[in-house]
C-alpha cells in the first residue's frame, strides 16, 4: 500500500508539471495639471497577476484594486486550450483590437507612457473602445500571419457587466494580422458592437457600432519603439460617426550602470466625434463625474528610466488641444514596479 | 604531464563555452532564438545560471540583446499570460530540472553538461 502511494506521488508529481507565475503590479504619481491648479501625489491601482500553464491548457486571473473607492475589480479570467497553432478562450478577456490593447493590459510599469492612449484606455477611464469582453475567443498562427476572433456580451460601458449582458445583442471583434519578428506585428482590426439599453443614469440607449482599425507595432528590446493606431467608429443608428488614434516613438538614448536605460519618447493621440453621436454622447455622460469625456488633440513628451526589470521611473508633460474649452496641460511623475511572489 | 596539459586546456576551453541544453526528449522543430524567446508553438520554461556575468554573455551571444532587455521582454510575455519568465538556479541545478521536465531550456556552461541535449555551443 504504502509502495502504491508513493507511485502514485511520483506519478501526480511527475504529470502534473505546471507552470505558475504571480505577480503584483503597482505604482505612485505626482503630478500638476493646468485643470486642477495644484501638486497631487496619488497612490496608484494596484494589480495582481497570476496564471498556471499545464501542458495545453492555461488559466488566468488578474484582480485590480481601483482608488480611490478600493474597489476590486477582475480585469481578465480565463481558460484556454492551445491546440497546435490553435487557442480557444473562455472568460473574461482583453478584446484583439490592434496590439497595444492586447500587449499591456495592466502592467504599467512596463508600457512606455505613463497612461494608456485615450483611443485605447479602459472603459471606466473614458476609453471608447469595448477593450475588455466577457464570451469566447479564438487565435490561430500560422507562419506569420495571424487571426483573432472574439464573440461575447459587448461593451463593459453600459451594455453588459462581468456576471451578465444587459441586453440581447452580441459584440463581435477581431484582428488579422502579420508579424515578420517577435518584435513586430501590423495588422487590421474588425468589429461589430451593438448595444440596446436603458440605463438608469444615461437614459434609453440603441447604438450599432462598426469598427475600423489599423496598427503597426514594432518593439525590439534595447531598440527604437514605434506604435501607431487609428480607429474608426461608425454609429449606424445615428449615421455618426467618430476616430481616435495615436502614435508613439521611443528610443534608448543611454544605458548606464546605476540609471539603466533611458528612454525618451513623444506621443501624438486625438480623439474625435461627430456632434450627437449616441455612442460618445452616451459615454460621456456616463463618465461625466469622474473622467471628462472631451474631443481632443494630446501631445505628450515623456522619458523612461528603467534601473532594473522590475521597476521604473517616468517623467512627462503633456498639453492637451480641447475642442470645446480651455487647452490643458500637466507635468506628471510616476514610479511603478512588479514584485514577483511566485515564478 | 600530457594528462594535465590536455586536462588544463580542456577546463579552460569548457569554461568559455555556453551550451543551450534540453531534456533529451525534447524535439526540436524550431530555431533557437523564436525557442528562446517563447514566440515557438511549444510552451518552454528557460532555466539560466545565478551567475549574471554568464548570464549576460550568453543572452548576448545567442539573441543579441542584453540580459536585462530579455528579462523584460519575458515580462511583458508574462503580462500577456503567454509564459513564465526564465528562472535563475544555480549550473548543477539548472541541469537537474532540464533533466526532469520535458519542456525545459537550459542555458549553462558547458563544463556542467551531463546526460542533457545539447541544442547548440557558443563560445
Known amino acids: 500500500m504504502r509502495k502504491l502511494l508513493l507511485l502514485l506521488t511520483v506519478t501526480f508529481s511527475f504529470t502534473f508539471s505546471a507552470e505558475t507565475f504571480l505577480q503584483i503590479f503597482g505604482d505612485l504619481r505626482a503630478g500638476y495639471s493646468s485643470e486642477e491648479g495644484r501638486l497631487n501625489f496619488t497612490l496608484g491601482d494596484t494589480d495582481l497577476l497570476g496564471f498556471l500553464i499545464h501542458k495545453n491548457f492555461k488559466v488566468l486571473i488578474e484582480m485590480y484594486l481601483e482608488q480611490p473607492e478600493a474597489i476590486l475589480d477582475v480585469e481578465r479570467g480565463y481558460a484556454e486550450l492551445k491546440v497546435e497553432n490553435f487557442s480557444f478562450r473562455l472568460g473574461k478577456f482583453h478584446t484583439p483590437l490592434g496590439y497595444f490593447n492586447r500587449a499591456w493590459h495592466h502592467g504599467l510599469y512596463l508600457m512606455t507612457p505613463i497612461d494608456r492612449p485615450l483611443i485605447v484606455s479602459f472603459e471606466d477611464e473614458g476609453g471608447p473602445l469595448p477593450v475588455h469582453m466577457v464570451g469566447v475567443g479564438f487565435d490561430a498562427k500560422w507562419r506569420s500571419l495571424g487571426l483573432s476572433l472574439v464573440l461575447g456580451n459587448g461593451n463593459l460601458h453600459l451594455g453588459s457587466t462581468n456576471t451578465s449582458d444587459l441586453d440581447n445583442k452580441k459584440s463581435f471583434l477581431g ?48 531598440f527604437a519603439e514605434v506604435n501607431g493606431e487609428v480607429y474608426m467608429l461608425e454609429e449606424r443608428v445615428s449615421g455618426k460617426g467618430g476616430s481616435g488614434g495615436f502614435l508613439l516613438l521611443s528610443y534608448p538614448l543611454l544605458v548606464s550602470k546605476p540609471l539603466g536605460e533611458v528612454r525618451p519618447y513623444i506621443m501624438l493621440e486625438f480623439l474625435n466625434w461627430e456632434m450627437g453621436n449616441p455612442w460618445f454622447e452616451s459615454i460621456k455622460k456616463k463618465l461625466e463625474e469622474e473622467v471628462p469625456l472631451r474631443r481632443r488633440t494630446k501631445y505628450t513628451l515623456g522619458v523612461k528610466i528603467t534601473p532594473f526589470a522590475y521597476m521604473s521611473v517616468k517623467l512627462e508633460v503633456f498639453y492637451e488641444d480641447l475642442k470645446e474649452g480651455k487647452n490643458a496641460w500637466a507635468v506628471r511623475a510616476f514610479v511603478g514596479f512588479g514584485i514577483p511572489v511566485v515564478r | 604531464m600530457r594528462w594535465v596539459i590536455l586536462l588544463l586546456f580542456f577546463s579552460f576551453v569548457c569554461f568559455g563555452e555556453i551550451a543551450v541544453v534540453a531534456n533529451p526528449s525534447f524535439k526540436n522543430s524550431s530555431n533557437l532564438k523564436d525557442l528562446l524567446l517563447g514566440v515557438s508553438k511549444r510552451n518552454v520554461v528557460i532555466y539560466l545560471t545565478d551567475d549574471p556575468d554568464f548570464n549576460e554573455t550568453a543572452i548576448r551571444k545567442l539573441i543579441g540583446i542584453t540580459y536585462e532587455d530579455f528579462k523584460i521582454f519575458w515580462l511583458e510575455k508574462a503580462l500577456r499570460g503567454e509564459g513564465v519568465p526564465p528562472k535563475e538556479l544555480p549550473p548543477e541545478e539548472v541541469r537537474r530540472e532540464v533533466r526532469s521536465r520535458r519542456n525545459a531550456i537550459g542555458i549553462i556552461p558547458l563544463r556542467y553538461v551531463k546526460d542533457l541535449k545539447v541544442l547548440k555551443v557558443v563560445r
Do not use: C, Q
Not at chain 1, 515578420?180 to 468589429?191: I, N, T, V
Not at chain 1, 448595444?195 to 443614469?201: G, I, R, T, Y
Open chain 1, 175 to 222: 484582428k488579422l494580422y502579420f508579424s515578420w519578428d517577435p518584435y513586430s506585428e501590423a495588422g487590421m482590426s474588425f468589429g461589430y458592437d451593438p448595444m440596446e439599453v436603458n440605463d438608469p443614469e444615461v437614459g434609453y440607449v440603441r447604438t450599432e457600432n462598426y469598427i475600423l482599425g489599423l496598427h503597426v507595432a514594432y518593439k525590439r528590446p534595447g
